[in-house]
Protein backbone atom coordinates (compact mmCIF):
# COMPACT_ATOMS: atom_id res chain seq x y z
CA UNK A 1 0.00 0.00 0.00
CA UNK A 2 1.40 3.19 -1.11
CA UNK A 3 2.65 5.59 2.49
CA UNK A 4 0.21 8.15 1.74
CA UNK A 5 -2.80 5.49 2.26
CA UNK A 6 -1.45 4.27 4.84
CA UNK A 7 -1.86 7.63 6.49
CA UNK A 8 -5.19 8.15 5.69
CA UNK A 9 -6.15 4.11 6.75
CA UNK A 10 -4.46 5.31 10.10
CA UNK A 11 -7.24 7.70 10.77
CA UNK A 12 -9.69 4.88 10.75
CA UNK A 13 -7.38 2.68 12.67
CA UNK A 14 -5.56 2.66 16.35
CA UNK A 15 -3.90 -0.66 15.01
CA UNK A 16 -2.35 0.85 12.06
CA UNK A 17 -1.25 4.22 13.11
CA UNK A 18 0.52 2.12 16.30
CA UNK A 19 2.04 -0.44 13.63
CA UNK A 20 3.33 2.81 11.55
CA UNK A 21 4.89 4.93 14.60
CA UNK A 22 6.76 2.07 15.63
CA UNK A 23 7.52 0.39 12.16
CA UNK A 24 11.25 -0.46 11.38
CA UNK A 25 10.96 -0.05 7.75
CA UNK A 26 9.96 2.58 5.78
CA UNK A 27 9.93 2.25 1.79
CA UNK A 28 8.49 4.83 -0.55
CA UNK A 29 8.90 2.43 -3.37
CA UNK A 30 7.06 4.61 -6.41
CA UNK A 31 7.34 8.57 -5.63
CA UNK A 32 4.75 10.47 -7.13
CA UNK A 33 6.15 11.67 -10.80
CA UNK A 34 4.39 14.46 -13.05
CA UNK A 35 5.39 16.19 -15.84
CA UNK A 36 4.83 19.39 -13.94
CA UNK A 37 6.15 19.79 -10.00
CA UNK A 38 5.49 16.58 -8.05
CA UNK A 39 3.66 16.53 -4.50
CA UNK A 40 6.22 14.69 -1.86
CA UNK A 41 4.28 16.48 1.39
CA UNK A 42 2.53 12.64 1.57
CA UNK A 43 5.78 11.90 2.74
CA UNK A 44 6.92 13.88 5.30
CA UNK A 45 3.22 13.55 6.83
CA UNK A 46 4.38 10.19 7.16
CA UNK A 47 7.68 10.59 8.72
CA UNK A 48 6.79 13.13 10.89
CA UNK A 49 4.46 10.06 12.08
CA UNK A 50 6.75 7.67 12.87
CA UNK A 51 8.31 7.41 16.42
CA UNK A 52 9.88 4.48 16.39
CA UNK A 53 13.91 5.50 17.97
CA UNK A 54 15.19 3.16 15.29
CA UNK A 55 14.79 2.00 11.68
CA UNK A 56 16.28 -1.11 9.70
CA UNK A 57 15.88 -0.10 6.41
CA UNK A 58 14.84 3.73 4.39
CA UNK A 59 14.24 3.56 1.03
CA UNK A 60 12.73 6.48 -1.83
CA UNK A 61 12.90 4.86 -5.21
CA UNK A 62 10.90 6.40 -8.20
CA UNK A 63 10.81 8.87 -11.60
CA UNK A 64 11.26 12.16 -11.30
CA UNK A 65 10.88 14.88 -13.85
CA UNK A 66 12.83 18.44 -14.44
CA UNK A 67 10.43 19.76 -12.57
CA UNK A 68 10.27 17.33 -9.53
CA UNK A 69 12.34 18.51 -6.17
CA UNK A 70 12.54 15.52 -3.95
CA UNK A 71 13.21 16.80 -0.53
CA UNK A 72 16.28 14.31 -0.48
CA UNK A 73 18.04 16.29 2.36
CA UNK A 74 15.19 15.66 4.59
CA UNK A 75 14.81 12.27 3.90
CA UNK A 76 18.92 11.80 4.54
CA UNK A 77 18.63 13.61 7.77
CA UNK A 78 15.49 12.10 8.91
CA UNK A 79 16.98 8.58 8.22
CA UNK A 80 20.12 8.99 9.68
CA UNK A 81 19.01 10.13 12.82
CA UNK A 82 16.94 7.17 13.67
CA UNK A 83 20.51 5.22 13.20
CA UNK A 84 19.09 3.93 9.97
CA UNK A 85 21.33 0.52 8.56
CA UNK A 86 20.34 0.70 4.82
CA UNK A 87 19.50 3.51 3.20
CA UNK A 88 18.01 3.78 -0.61
CA UNK A 89 17.59 6.79 -2.35
CA UNK A 90 16.66 5.35 -5.85
CA UNK A 91 16.11 8.15 -8.01
CA UNK A 92 15.21 7.77 -11.71
CA UNK A 93 15.62 10.94 -14.16
CA UNK A 94 13.46 11.20 -16.88
CA UNK A 95 14.74 14.30 -18.49
CA UNK A 96 17.48 14.56 -21.06
CA UNK A 97 19.39 16.71 -19.00
CA UNK A 98 21.23 14.94 -15.57
CA UNK A 99 20.50 16.22 -12.69
CA UNK A 100 22.11 15.49 -9.56
CA UNK A 101 20.16 16.15 -6.22
CA UNK A 102 21.88 17.57 -3.13
CA UNK A 103 22.98 15.60 -0.35
CA UNK A 104 23.31 17.18 3.44
CA UNK A 105 26.30 17.33 5.39
CA UNK A 106 25.29 14.73 7.60
CA UNK A 107 25.53 12.04 5.52
CA UNK A 108 29.52 12.55 6.08
CA UNK A 109 29.40 13.00 9.18
CA UNK A 110 29.28 10.21 12.39
CA UNK A 111 25.95 10.16 12.16
CA UNK A 112 26.95 7.61 9.15
CA UNK A 113 28.66 5.18 11.69
CA UNK A 114 25.10 3.01 11.17
CA UNK A 115 24.80 2.58 7.43
CA UNK A 116 25.54 -0.78 6.64
CA UNK A 117 24.12 -0.50 2.81
CA UNK A 118 23.94 2.76 0.98
CA UNK A 119 22.42 2.86 -2.72
CA UNK A 120 22.52 6.47 -4.42
CA UNK A 121 21.43 7.56 -7.72
CA UNK A 122 20.72 10.81 -9.74
CA UNK A 123 22.67 12.98 -6.39
CA UNK A 124 26.09 14.66 -6.31
CA UNK A 125 28.28 12.32 -3.83
CA UNK A 126 30.61 14.91 -2.89
CA UNK A 127 31.75 15.78 0.74
CA UNK A 128 30.59 19.42 1.89
CA UNK A 129 34.29 20.18 1.94
CA UNK A 130 36.18 18.46 -0.52
CA UNK A 131 39.77 17.90 0.25
CA UNK A 132 39.06 18.70 3.91
CA UNK A 133 39.44 16.07 7.03
CA UNK A 134 36.11 14.36 7.45
CA UNK A 135 34.91 12.34 11.21
CA UNK A 136 36.85 9.16 11.47
CA UNK A 137 33.70 7.13 11.56
CA UNK A 138 31.79 8.08 8.44
CA UNK A 139 30.50 5.07 6.61
CA UNK A 140 32.75 2.82 9.51
CA UNK A 141 30.09 0.10 9.09
CA UNK A 142 29.43 0.22 5.44
CA UNK A 143 29.20 -3.33 3.58
CA UNK A 144 27.88 -2.25 0.09
CA UNK A 145 27.95 1.14 -1.75
CA UNK A 146 26.09 1.49 -4.70
CA UNK A 147 26.33 5.01 -6.67
CA UNK A 148 24.48 4.77 -10.13
CA UNK A 149 24.41 7.77 -12.69
CA UNK A 150 26.26 10.30 -9.59
CA UNK A 151 28.35 13.33 -10.14
CA UNK A 152 31.24 11.36 -8.41
CA UNK A 153 35.05 12.66 -8.32
CA UNK A 154 38.20 10.10 -7.92
CA UNK A 155 39.42 11.88 -4.68
CA UNK A 156 35.86 11.41 -3.59
CA UNK A 157 36.44 7.34 -4.50
CA UNK A 158 39.50 7.20 -2.70
CA UNK A 159 37.74 8.97 0.64
CA UNK A 160 35.30 6.32 0.54
CA UNK A 161 37.56 3.20 0.50
CA UNK A 162 39.86 4.34 2.93
CA UNK A 163 36.70 5.34 5.55
CA UNK A 164 34.74 1.99 4.63
CA UNK A 165 37.12 -0.39 5.98
CA UNK A 166 34.50 -3.29 5.98
CA UNK A 167 33.23 -2.68 2.18
CA UNK A 168 32.10 -5.35 1.03
CA UNK A 169 30.37 -4.41 -2.21
CA UNK A 170 31.14 -1.90 -4.72
CA UNK A 171 29.29 -0.74 -7.83
CA UNK A 172 29.61 2.72 -9.53
CA UNK A 173 27.71 2.69 -12.82
CA UNK A 174 27.91 5.19 -15.07
CA UNK A 175 29.25 8.26 -12.85
CA UNK A 176 30.34 11.42 -14.35
CA UNK A 177 33.46 13.17 -13.17
CA UNK A 178 35.79 10.24 -13.07
CA UNK A 179 39.24 10.57 -14.60
CA UNK A 180 41.50 7.75 -12.96
CA UNK A 181 40.10 5.63 -10.59
CA UNK A 182 41.87 3.17 -7.69
CA UNK A 183 39.31 0.58 -6.27
CA UNK A 184 41.52 -1.57 -3.44
CA UNK A 185 40.08 -2.44 -0.33
CA UNK A 186 41.24 -5.56 1.85
CA UNK A 187 37.23 -6.95 2.15
CA UNK A 188 35.82 -6.38 -1.07
CA UNK A 189 34.31 -9.18 -2.37
CA UNK A 190 32.15 -7.42 -5.47
CA UNK A 191 33.27 -4.71 -7.57
CA UNK A 192 31.33 -3.41 -10.43
CA UNK A 193 32.23 -0.84 -12.42
CA UNK A 194 30.44 0.73 -15.98
CA UNK A 195 31.92 3.32 -17.81
CA UNK A 196 29.35 6.24 -18.42
CA UNK A 197 29.11 6.38 -22.48
CA UNK A 198 29.53 9.10 -24.87
CA UNK A 199 29.22 11.66 -21.98
CA UNK A 200 32.46 11.98 -20.09
CA UNK A 201 34.37 13.98 -23.43
CA UNK A 202 37.11 11.66 -23.38
CA UNK A 203 38.27 12.16 -19.53
CA UNK A 204 37.99 8.71 -18.21
CA UNK A 205 41.61 7.28 -18.79
CA UNK A 206 41.43 4.62 -16.23
CA UNK A 207 40.43 2.15 -13.71
CA UNK A 208 42.80 0.07 -11.46
CA UNK A 209 42.01 -2.72 -9.01
CA UNK A 210 43.81 -4.38 -6.30
CA UNK A 211 41.39 -6.29 -4.38
CA UNK A 212 42.96 -9.44 -3.24
CA UNK A 213 39.98 -10.99 -1.98
CA UNK A 214 37.83 -9.60 -4.76
CA UNK A 215 35.41 -12.65 -6.14
CA UNK A 216 33.26 -10.87 -8.38
CA UNK A 217 34.10 -7.95 -10.72
CA UNK A 218 32.15 -6.61 -13.33
CA UNK A 219 33.58 -4.01 -15.86
CA UNK A 220 32.20 -2.51 -19.06
CA UNK A 221 34.18 0.04 -21.14
CA UNK A 222 37.24 0.45 -22.82
CA UNK A 223 39.22 -2.96 -22.10
CA UNK A 224 42.77 -0.89 -22.75
CA UNK A 225 41.49 1.62 -20.04
CA UNK A 226 41.25 -1.65 -17.39
CA UNK A 227 43.96 -2.38 -15.29
CA UNK A 228 44.02 -5.54 -12.71
CA UNK A 229 46.91 -5.56 -10.44
CA UNK A 230 45.89 -7.83 -7.40
CA UNK A 231 43.07 -10.82 -7.69
CA UNK A 232 44.45 -13.47 -6.95
CA UNK A 233 40.85 -15.21 -6.43
CA UNK A 234 38.88 -13.57 -8.63
CA UNK A 235 36.67 -16.37 -10.16
CA UNK A 236 33.37 -14.59 -11.72
CA UNK A 237 34.32 -12.34 -14.13
CA UNK A 238 32.08 -9.43 -16.45
CA UNK A 239 34.18 -8.54 -19.12
CA UNK A 240 32.03 -5.93 -21.40
CA UNK A 241 34.10 -4.52 -24.18
CA UNK A 242 33.63 -2.16 -26.36
CA UNK A 243 34.46 -1.69 -30.05
CA UNK A 244 37.94 -0.58 -30.83
CA UNK A 245 40.76 -0.64 -33.19
CA UNK A 246 42.80 -3.28 -32.80
CA UNK A 247 46.00 -1.81 -32.85
CA UNK A 248 49.26 -3.21 -31.35
CA UNK A 249 48.75 -1.24 -28.15
CA UNK A 250 45.26 -2.58 -27.74
CA UNK A 251 46.54 -6.20 -28.71
CA UNK A 252 49.24 -5.92 -26.22
CA UNK A 253 46.99 -4.50 -22.99
CA UNK A 254 44.29 -7.62 -24.01
CA UNK A 255 46.87 -10.05 -24.24
CA UNK A 256 48.54 -9.14 -20.63
CA UNK A 257 44.53 -8.68 -19.10
CA UNK A 258 43.72 -12.09 -20.01
CA UNK A 259 46.54 -13.65 -18.95
CA UNK A 260 45.58 -12.07 -15.47
CA UNK A 261 42.21 -13.67 -15.56
CA UNK A 262 43.06 -17.14 -16.83
CA UNK A 263 42.30 -18.90 -13.15
CA UNK A 264 38.63 -18.08 -13.50
CA UNK A 265 35.89 -20.28 -13.95
CA UNK A 266 32.65 -17.93 -14.77
CA UNK A 267 32.98 -15.45 -17.84
CA UNK A 268 30.76 -13.03 -18.80
CA UNK A 269 31.84 -11.85 -22.25
CA UNK A 270 30.34 -10.13 -25.12
CA UNK A 271 32.03 -9.57 -28.93
CA UNK A 272 34.99 -7.47 -28.12
CA UNK A 273 36.89 -10.52 -25.93
CA UNK A 274 36.10 -13.43 -28.86
CA UNK A 275 36.93 -11.14 -31.63
CA UNK A 276 40.67 -10.52 -30.13
CA UNK A 277 41.18 -14.09 -29.36
CA UNK A 278 40.43 -14.84 -33.43
CA UNK A 279 42.38 -12.33 -34.80
CA UNK A 280 44.87 -13.33 -32.75
CA UNK A 281 44.79 -17.09 -32.81
CA UNK A 282 42.54 -18.55 -35.22
CA UNK A 283 43.35 -16.40 -38.42
CA UNK A 284 46.65 -17.77 -37.70
CA UNK A 285 45.51 -21.42 -36.88
CA UNK A 286 46.59 -21.39 -33.24
CA UNK A 287 44.28 -22.87 -30.72
CA UNK A 288 43.71 -20.08 -27.59
CA UNK A 289 44.33 -22.10 -24.53
CA UNK A 290 44.48 -20.04 -21.81
CA UNK A 291 41.19 -20.64 -19.94
CA UNK A 292 42.02 -24.04 -19.56
CA UNK A 293 39.82 -23.60 -15.60
CA UNK A 294 36.40 -22.14 -17.20
CA UNK A 295 33.49 -24.19 -16.79
CA UNK A 296 30.57 -21.60 -17.48
CA UNK A 297 30.84 -18.56 -20.02
CA UNK A 298 27.91 -16.58 -20.71
CA UNK A 299 28.26 -14.27 -24.37
CA UNK A 300 26.25 -11.76 -25.43
CA UNK A 301 26.21 -10.37 -28.58
CA UNK A 302 25.49 -10.39 -32.43
CA UNK A 303 26.26 -12.96 -35.10
CA UNK A 304 27.17 -10.36 -38.19
CA UNK A 305 28.86 -13.89 -40.10
CA UNK A 306 29.28 -17.42 -40.41
CA UNK A 307 32.85 -16.95 -39.57
CA UNK A 308 31.59 -14.95 -36.03
CA UNK A 309 29.78 -18.67 -35.40
CA UNK A 310 32.81 -20.56 -35.92
CA UNK A 311 35.24 -18.04 -33.78
CA UNK A 312 32.67 -18.08 -31.12
CA UNK A 313 32.26 -22.38 -31.26
CA UNK A 314 36.12 -22.62 -31.98
CA UNK A 315 36.39 -20.28 -28.10
CA UNK A 316 34.10 -22.15 -26.34
CA UNK A 317 35.45 -26.07 -27.60
CA UNK A 318 39.33 -24.45 -26.52
CA UNK A 319 38.15 -24.43 -22.98
CA UNK A 320 38.66 -27.97 -21.96
CA UNK A 321 36.83 -27.60 -18.33
CA UNK A 322 33.75 -26.28 -19.56
CA UNK A 323 30.29 -27.99 -18.77
CA UNK A 324 27.40 -24.82 -19.06
CA UNK A 325 27.04 -22.32 -21.65
CA UNK A 326 24.31 -19.52 -22.53
CA UNK A 327 24.24 -17.85 -25.68
CA UNK A 328 22.31 -14.24 -25.48
CA UNK A 329 20.94 -12.98 -28.73
CA UNK A 330 19.25 -9.93 -26.90
CA UNK A 331 21.13 -7.24 -29.32
CA UNK A 332 19.99 -8.40 -32.31
CA UNK A 333 18.41 -5.76 -33.88
CA UNK A 334 14.49 -6.31 -34.34
CA UNK A 335 12.76 -9.90 -35.40
CA UNK A 336 15.25 -11.43 -37.83
CA UNK A 337 12.89 -14.81 -37.01
CA UNK A 338 10.37 -13.95 -39.88
CA UNK A 339 10.60 -11.01 -42.16
CA UNK A 340 6.86 -11.17 -42.82
CA UNK A 341 6.09 -9.92 -39.54
CA UNK A 342 6.18 -6.39 -41.25
CA UNK A 343 6.71 -5.18 -44.41
CA UNK A 344 9.06 -2.82 -43.38
CA UNK A 345 11.15 -5.17 -41.67
CA UNK A 346 14.76 -5.32 -42.11
CA UNK A 347 16.56 -8.68 -41.27
CA UNK A 348 20.13 -8.24 -40.10
CA UNK A 349 22.92 -8.49 -42.32
CA UNK A 350 24.63 -11.90 -42.04
CA UNK A 351 27.67 -12.04 -44.29
CA UNK A 352 28.76 -15.55 -46.28
CA UNK A 353 30.58 -16.52 -48.84
CA UNK A 354 33.85 -14.67 -49.15
CA UNK A 355 33.50 -11.64 -47.25
CA UNK A 356 33.02 -14.49 -44.12
CA UNK A 357 35.96 -16.57 -44.82
CA UNK A 358 36.42 -19.36 -42.37
CA UNK A 359 39.67 -19.09 -40.06
CA UNK A 360 42.80 -21.82 -40.60
CA UNK A 361 41.42 -22.89 -37.23
CA UNK A 362 38.07 -24.30 -35.86
CA UNK A 363 38.64 -25.55 -32.71
CA UNK A 364 38.30 -29.23 -31.36
CA UNK A 365 34.82 -30.91 -29.62
CA UNK A 366 33.21 -29.36 -26.35
CA UNK A 367 34.09 -32.64 -24.22
CA UNK A 368 32.77 -31.57 -21.27
CA UNK A 369 29.90 -29.55 -22.37
CA UNK A 370 26.76 -31.04 -20.47
CA UNK A 371 24.59 -27.86 -20.65
CA UNK A 372 23.36 -25.35 -23.50
CA UNK A 373 21.35 -22.40 -23.55
CA UNK A 374 20.75 -19.94 -26.44
CA UNK A 375 18.35 -16.59 -25.46
CA UNK A 376 16.54 -14.19 -27.54
CA UNK A 377 16.22 -17.14 -29.92
CA UNK A 378 15.13 -16.52 -33.53
CA UNK A 379 16.24 -19.00 -36.54
CA UNK A 380 18.04 -16.88 -38.23
CA UNK A 381 21.00 -18.18 -40.17
CA UNK A 382 23.47 -17.64 -37.75
CA UNK A 383 21.22 -18.84 -34.94
CA UNK A 384 20.60 -21.88 -36.52
CA UNK A 385 24.22 -22.79 -37.37
CA UNK A 386 25.12 -22.01 -34.11
CA UNK A 387 22.90 -24.67 -32.95
CA UNK A 388 23.90 -27.07 -35.28
CA UNK A 389 27.51 -26.80 -34.50
CA UNK A 390 26.71 -27.50 -30.62
CA UNK A 391 24.76 -30.48 -31.25
CA UNK A 392 27.52 -31.64 -33.43
CA UNK A 393 30.55 -31.25 -31.47
CA UNK A 394 29.36 -31.27 -27.56
CA UNK A 395 29.69 -34.92 -27.37
CA UNK A 396 28.23 -35.21 -23.79
CA UNK A 397 25.54 -32.58 -24.39
CA UNK A 398 22.53 -33.60 -21.63
CA UNK A 399 20.30 -30.48 -22.41
CA UNK A 400 20.16 -27.83 -25.26
CA UNK A 401 17.87 -25.11 -24.48
CA UNK A 402 16.27 -22.70 -26.87
CA UNK A 403 14.54 -19.94 -25.60
CA UNK A 404 11.97 -17.69 -27.73
CA UNK A 405 9.44 -14.81 -26.88
CA UNK A 406 6.35 -15.34 -26.79
CA UNK A 407 5.34 -13.10 -24.30
CA UNK A 408 5.40 -9.24 -22.61
CA UNK A 409 8.13 -7.33 -24.77
CA UNK A 410 8.51 -5.21 -21.55
CA UNK A 411 9.82 -8.39 -19.73
CA UNK A 412 13.01 -10.09 -20.32
CA UNK A 413 11.52 -13.26 -21.71
CA UNK A 414 13.51 -14.03 -25.13
CA UNK A 415 12.92 -12.89 -28.84
CA UNK A 416 11.08 -13.87 -31.50
CA UNK A 417 7.34 -14.60 -32.03
CA UNK A 418 7.07 -10.62 -30.71
CA UNK A 419 4.08 -11.10 -28.97
CA UNK A 420 1.88 -12.18 -31.82
CA UNK A 421 -1.67 -12.14 -30.17
CA UNK A 422 -0.93 -8.53 -28.31
CA UNK A 423 0.26 -6.59 -31.47
CA UNK A 424 -3.10 -6.74 -33.35
CA UNK A 425 -1.48 -8.84 -36.18
CA UNK A 426 -4.72 -10.72 -38.57
CA UNK A 427 -5.28 -14.26 -37.59
CA UNK A 428 -3.58 -15.03 -41.08
CA UNK A 429 -0.02 -14.09 -39.96
CA UNK A 430 -0.02 -15.00 -37.05
CA UNK A 431 -0.76 -18.59 -38.49
CA UNK A 432 2.13 -18.18 -40.70
CA UNK A 433 4.72 -17.54 -38.09
CA UNK A 434 3.70 -20.51 -36.55
CA UNK A 435 4.71 -22.39 -39.09
CA UNK A 436 7.70 -20.56 -39.71
CA UNK A 437 8.56 -21.63 -35.82
CA UNK A 438 6.91 -25.43 -36.86
CA UNK A 439 9.79 -25.42 -39.85
CA UNK A 440 12.77 -23.85 -37.14
CA UNK A 441 12.12 -26.75 -34.86
CA UNK A 442 11.39 -29.46 -37.29
CA UNK A 443 15.18 -28.38 -38.67
CA UNK A 444 16.54 -28.71 -35.65
CA UNK A 445 15.24 -32.11 -34.07
CA UNK A 446 17.23 -33.11 -37.23
CA UNK A 447 20.28 -32.42 -37.09
CA UNK A 448 22.80 -34.64 -36.23
CA UNK A 449 23.84 -35.27 -32.41
CA UNK A 450 27.06 -35.87 -31.25
CA UNK A 451 25.91 -36.75 -27.67
CA UNK A 452 22.85 -40.08 -27.99
CA UNK A 453 21.49 -38.68 -24.58
CA UNK A 454 21.54 -34.85 -25.75
CA UNK A 455 17.38 -33.53 -25.11
CA UNK A 456 16.75 -30.61 -27.00
CA UNK A 457 13.71 -28.56 -25.38
CA UNK A 458 12.64 -25.24 -27.03
CA UNK A 459 10.81 -22.73 -23.84
CA UNK A 460 9.50 -19.08 -23.04
CA UNK A 461 10.86 -17.07 -20.13
CA UNK A 462 14.59 -18.12 -18.44
CA UNK A 463 16.10 -16.91 -14.60
CA UNK A 464 18.11 -13.71 -14.70
CA UNK A 465 19.22 -14.45 -11.88
CA UNK A 466 20.91 -17.66 -12.88
CA UNK A 467 23.38 -16.11 -14.02
Given at each position: M???????T???????????????????????????????????????????P???????????????N???????????S????????G???????????Q???????????????L????V???????????????F??????????????D?????????C??L???????????????????N?????????????D???R??????P????L??????????????P???????????????????V?V?E??????H???V??????????????????????T??????????????????????????????????????F?????????????????????????S??????E??????????????????????????L??????????????????????M????????????????????????????????????????????????E??????
Open positions: PMDSVVRSILSKRWSNLWKHTQGVDFHSLPFSDNQADYSPITRCLDLLLSQIIKFAAVGHVSERSPDVVRWVNFALKNVRQLTILMSVSLARRFFLPESLFSNRSKTLEHVLSFDFTPPRPGQPIAASVSSLKLLVLTHCKLAATVDLCLHKVLEELVINMCEGLKNVNISGPLRLISFRCLEDSDGEFSIRVDALVGNVYSGDLTKFYLNNCVLQILLLQGREEPMNEAYTHRLIDQIRVNTILNFAVVEFVAKEYYTRGIPFQFQNLTHVFWYGSLKSSNAVYNLVAFLGDCPSLIEIAVDREESGAVFCQCISEDHVADEYEEGESQRNPYGGNLEKLEIAEVRCFSGFKGEMLLVRLLEKAVNLRKLWLFWRLGDLSVHDNVLQDITKSGYPQQLSDTIQEEANSIIATILDFRKASPRARIKFGQWRIESW
